[in-house]
């Protein structure tokens, strides 16, 4: 039981490239976001998806555009990086709309040059 | 917006000593919980609160809820280097949602 995981753990863009952040569960849970952290910012909410086949925007989803295609997997993409979107950036899940806790992963430092 | 103003920001302290970090906030929330967050990790939850006055205490950190569930407090008695990290309130907005706001964190470190 890993939990939740983060692939990559670090990443080097130059502006205008693109990527994609994988975010993987095998605890079954229905709800996956993502968040990015920056200094004296706390935590983000980008993107989210309450369930396989959904998803919804957050508090700061300009830029970035995700996919839930399978339950266990959330897939955060940036198809033309920005300086912006130097960050570290978090996935989390939920397991449903009666438990409050959220499990986050280990994290994915990205930065944009 | 923030809407989750926590303070203070940076707090160091030397080990024995106690302290409060506030969560403050004009909305109302139906729930609130606080996280710790070591370097090169993830959050991890500490406690959920949820009713108006509610106090929660977890070994030596007591959380309390505010009467109007617009604030939240955590105190930390007789501090130990352990607790070193940073201190992340969250809160949803209304019963059912799916959405968390997380304040701006408090960043402690405790000296031995």
């Known amino acids: 039981n890993a939990g939740v995981t983060q692939t990559p753990k670090f990443r080097v863009l130059k502006t205008g490239q693109s990527m994609t952040l994988l975010c993987a569960q095998d605890m079954n849970h229905e709800y996956m976001y993502w968040y990015r952290q920056d200094p004296g910012m706390g935590l983000r909410l980008i993107h989210y998806?309450?369930?396989?086949?959904?998803?919804a925007k957050g508090e700061v989803p300009d830029g970035y555009n995700v996919s839930r295609l399978k339950k266990q997997n959330f897939l955060l993409g940036l198809e033309s990086a920005a300086p912006s979107q130097t960050s570290v950036y978090f996935c989390?899940?939920?397991?449903?709309?009666?438990?409050?806790?959220?499990?986050f992963g280990p994290g994915t430092r990205l930065t944009v040059t | 917006t923030q809407l989750l103003e926590q303070s203070p920001q940076f707090l160091s302290i030397q080990e024995g000593e106690n302290l409060t970090v506030y969560c403050n906030s004009s909305?109302?929330?139906?729930?609130l919980q606080w996280y710790r967050q070591e370097p090169g990790e993830g959050p991890v939850l500490l406690v959920t609160?949820?009713?108006?006055?509610e106090v929660k205490k977890l070994k030596r950190l007591t959380f309390q809820f505010g009467d109007a569930r617009k604030d939240s407090s955590l105190h930390i008695t007789a501090a130990q280097p352990g607790d070193t990290g940073l201190y992340l309130c969250a809160g949803a907005r209304a019963s059912g949602t799916y959405k968390y706001i997380f304040g701006t964190g408090t960043r402690l470190k405790v000296l031995a």
């Open positions: 909305s109302v929330f139906s729930s």
């Open positions: 609160v949820v009713t108006g006055g």
């Open positions: 989390a899940s939920r397991d449903g709309d009666l438990t409050y806790e959220q499990y």
């Open positions: 998806s309450v369930g396989e086949g959904t998803t």
